[in-house]
């Protein structure tokens, strides 16, 4: 935004001060940013496509829970789970028979806990807070302002995480992209917005964002905004329930005044 010419110093002292406050403004107050759960259930999902139907409760799933052994790449690429909720057709038979949560080194009774009678309430128990007794496990992770407390892609880099990266589908070990992209924001007084490749290929597959999400040829993604982000859309569609959420703005916009 710049000032007109000729401006007495009234009027130019009143413009200065109208521009801080729509600067302030496009910092964060404009947005409409969803209520936060408590750090202990974010992330956390009720997966419900049939349980009530055949009078289950539904799957209480903790991805906080999961994502310190397996990164995201293992659920959401190799076992095909899809990122939206309650979209992937997931059955009893199939996890028995060895596919979604009870595919060989999941659930399978040797790594984690089976698919016996037992242990059903162990996910169908309809607790969106179930085992947050033990999320003071994560107490030691470096923190963050946001989500879970918890800077994930710290405790990685640090080593003080390890999760698998798969389990039959190896990655292969050539695709090393590490490009950091910036993106201008098209808001006067907003700073461009930082992508670094690295610490999203180490967790996803390229697959997982292209050329669904986001084109492969930069500036050429259709309709990309804040709103759409906030409404789960492209980078949305991770941080507004597991990755940090948008309220984080300067992980995105290191140079936005907090």
């Not at 408590?38 to 419900?48: F, Q, R, V």
């Not at 992980?251 to 005044?257: L, Q, S, V, W």
């Amino acid at each position: 935004m710049h000032l007109p010419p000729g401006l007495s110093p009234f009027k130019a002292l009143f413009f200065g001060a109208l521009l801080c406050l729509l600067q302030a403004t496009q910092a964060g107050d404009f947005w409409d940013l969803p209520p936060a759960p408590p750090p202990d259930e974010y992330g956390n999902l009720l997966i419900d496509r049939t349980s009530s139907k055949s009078a289950v409760k539904p799957v209480a799933f903790s991805h906080w829970i999961h994502r310190r052994k397996f990164t995201c790449r293992v659920c959401h690429y190799e076992l095909e789970f899809n990122m939206k909720q309650n979209t992937t057709e997931i059955t009893e038979a199939g996890n028995r028979s060895g596919k979604f949560c009870g595919t060989s080194g999941c659930h399978d009774g040797k790594v984690a806990f089976g698919h016996d009678t037992a242990n059903c309430e162990q996910c169908h128990n309809g607790n969106r807070g179930y085992q947050k007794e033990r999320f003071s496990e994560l107490s030691k992770l470096p923190k963050a302002r946001f989500g879970n407390q918890v800077d994930w892609g710290k405790a990685l880099s640090r080593g003080l995480l390890s999760p698998v990266k798969y389990l039959a589908l190896k990655p292969d070990p050539n695709v090393t992209f590490k490009a950091i992209l910036l993106l201008e924001s098209e808001w006067s007084g907003i700073p461009p917005a930082v992508f670094p490749h690295r610490p999203h290929t180490w967790q996803l597959d390229c697959s997982n964002c292209h050329p669904d999400l986001f084109n492969v040829k930069k500036k050429t993604t259709q309709h990309f905004s804040m709103q759409a982000n906030l409404n789960g859309e492209f980078c949305g569609v991770c941080h507004s329930h597991v990755a940090f959420p948008m309220a984080d703005c300067k992980r995105c916009h290191p140079e936005m005044d907090n």
